[in-house]
């Protein structure tokens, strides 16, 4: 039986992986920051599910990491799968940030997945494991007024793509996940930081966030495309260095990768113009 530990897994596509692993016969580590004291969100898998272990994980505080790690070593030894899930979107102007928001973006999605895999990497290495980092569509384009959220997933593509080199001769796999926009909680718990009403973003803000509305709202990928598609990614015998899901996240892929330099950034011009004005809906 695999053991398979899931950062972030109280909502979104992390929740939805604790129920797929589950499914598959995995015994499941749930993490997540306050978890224990939050008896409701496992309740239909807790009483049938002899494989389900809830842990308490906040991957900002690198104390409790390691004490989480020491837990989970004295009762399983190992692990087979880290997914490294944990993260939110801080959407905003950079002028308009405060360093204690900048901070916190960067510590959760980027140092949040090094304190993680650092602590457990002992655990891997003992059964030759893999690892998934949760990156983004916006981990390889950079996109307006998301800059700290495009960098720390950028952070994170360069760290996993290093880590793929750094830890193939001690039998770890790793595999980034890059997904498109999907129907989760992730568009409703968006950190929208828009504090000086005196802001020369303010138009360009506004009118993205009606535009980010109407899209979320609209949004036909179902969310279990990318669990579902990470158990089938987690039986492989050799792990591809990254997995885009999603037809947008296909798309923008393409486009970034094959097309001229110039072209691209043409393009995406012409698409910020009219994001910026309100004409995309």
């Not at 750094?166 to 989760?184: K, S």
Request: one cysteine or more; charged letters at 25%; aromatic letters at 10%.
């Amino acid at each position: 039986m695999r053991k398979v530990l899931i950062t972030g897994a109280t909502s979104g596509f992390g929740k939805l992986l604790v129920h797929a692993f589950l499914r598959n016969g995995d015994h499941v580590i749930a993490t997540g920051r306050n978890l224990t004291s939050r008896k409701e969100i496992f309740e239909s898998e807790r009483k049938p599910n002899a494989r389900l272990t809830e842990l308490s994980m906040d991957v900002t505080n690198k104390a409790e990491v390691a004490s989480t790690m020491k837990e989970v070593e004295a009762q399983f030894g190992s692990i087979d799968i880290l997914i490294n899930n944990a993260g939110y979107g801080l959407f905003g102007a950079l002028e308009d940030l405060q360093e204690e928001e900048i901070r916190y973006q960067m510590e959760v999605n980027f140092f949040g997945t090094v304190n993680v895999t650092q602590a457990f990497l002992p655990l891997l290495r003992k059964s030759r494991g893999k690892i998934f980092n949760f990156s983004s569509v916006f981990g390889f384009m950079g996109f307006p007024l998301t800059s700290l959220y495009c960098a720390s997933k950028f952070a994170v593509e360069g760290l996993t793509e290093s880590l793929r080199g750094e830890l193939a001769p001690h039998g770890v796999q790793v595999c980034l996940i890059e997904p498109g926009g999907y129907r989760t909680n992730f568009g409703p718990n968006l950190a929208w930081s828009m504090k000086n009403p005196a802001s020369v973003y303010r138009q360009q803000f506004e009118n993205y966030k009606k535009i980010h509305a109407k899209i979320s709202a609209r949004k036909p990928q179902e969310p279990t495309e990318v669990s579902e598609g990470i158990l089938k990614l987690s039986k492989r015998s050799k792990l591809p260095m990254r997995k885009v899901f999603g037809k947008d996240g296909g798309m923008s892929y393409v486009l970034r990768r094959f097309l001229p330099t110039g072209l691209y950034y043409g393009i995406m011009d012409v698409a910020f113009k009219k994001l910026f004005t309100g004409k995309i809906a």
